[in-house]
């Protein structure tokens, strides 16, 4: 069967890899994350990351404590590589060719973020992972997503969540709330969904980037949706 998609950028937050925890990094979730991207690439996908940091920090969070608001986002890039880390070693231990990318240089242990370089890894079948955000304080990692994904060409940007979809409503306290199976980007702005914030999704509408928000905890969801099957949210239009 051909794939529906054939470049993809994944988006997870970094409070998915907590699990039942309430701080940190679970090894069961960033191993189910790991095996996820794993059946993407042996489909022939090529598949670019990014991941949140609010699992560790959160910049927004920063000022509530003293720190400043640009070295509180700062701090927030930096929980981002070591999850990008984090990442990159259950991929590797699974047999995962991949390349971690830091937009604030850090020549230890990631690449700098140059496009041509990113690109070349995902032809040849490396998993990128981009982090430290876009390297610039006040933009958020859906910022950084949306930016990426429109820089490597990518088809879709698949936003990986803890809910099936997008709602009416928050569906964990409304339980009226309706699910949209497609839903356009004007109405998405006009019903004040959080899809993404602001930034990042007129990013995606400037550029008809389409986004699909799903379950990211479903079994094999990832190859379901690149097969073409209809799992979660289509934003488009």
């Given at each position: ?6 470049r ?7 409070e998915?890899?907590?699990?039942d925890?309430?701080f940190g990094?679970?090894a ?9 991207i794993?059946g993407?690439?042996d ?8 991941i949140g940091?609010?699992?560790i ?5 920063a000022e509530?404590?003293?720190i ?6 700062y701090?927030g890039?930096?929980?981002t590589?070591?999850?990008?880390m ?5 991929l590797e ?5 991949t390349r971690?990318?830091?937009?604030i240089?850090?020549?230890?242990i990631a690449?700098?973020?140059?496009r041509r370089r990113?690109i070349?890894h995902?032809?040849?079948?490396r998993v990128v992972l981009?982090?430290a955000g876009?390297?610039?304080p006040?933009?958020t990692t859906?910022s950084?997503a ?5 820089e490597?060409n990518?088809d879709?940007i698949?936003?990986?969540?803890r809910?099936?979809g ?5 569906p964990?306290?409304?339980?009226t709330?309706?699910k949209?199976?497609?839903i ?5 702005i006009?019903m004040?969904?959080?899809?993404m914030?602001m930034?990042?999704f007129t ?5 008809n980037?389409p ?5 990211i905890n ?8 690149v097969?073409g099957e209809?799992?979660?949210t289509?934003?488009?239009?």
């Open positions: 069967m051909a794939l529906k998609f054939k993809v950028l994944l988006k997870l937050s970094g998915s890899l907590m699990g925890q309430s990094i679970s069961e979730m960033v191993h189910h994350y790991a095996a996820e794993k993407l690439v489909l022939g996908v090529q598949v670019a990351v990014v940091g609010g699992n920090f959160r910049g927004l969070q509530a404590s003293g400043e608001r640009v070295q509180g986002d701090m890039m930096l929980a590589v070591i999850n990008g984090a990442l990159q070693s259950s231990g699974l047999g995962v060719y971690l990318i830091s937009a240089e850090m020549k230890q690449e700098p973020y140059i990113a070349r995902l032809e040849k079948g981009f982090s876009t390297g610039s006040y933009f859906d950084a949306a930016l990426r994904a429109n490597i990518a879709v698949l936003k990986g969540t809910v099936d997008v709602y009416s409503a928050d964990e306290k409304d339980p709330a309706v949209f199976d497609h356009s980007f004007a109405k998405v006009s004040g969904l959080g899809v914030d930034t990042a990013l995606c509408q400037e550029n980037l986004i699909i928000v799903f379950d479903g079994h094999d969801n990832l190859k379901r949706i097969n209809r799992i979660g289509l934003v488009e239009g």
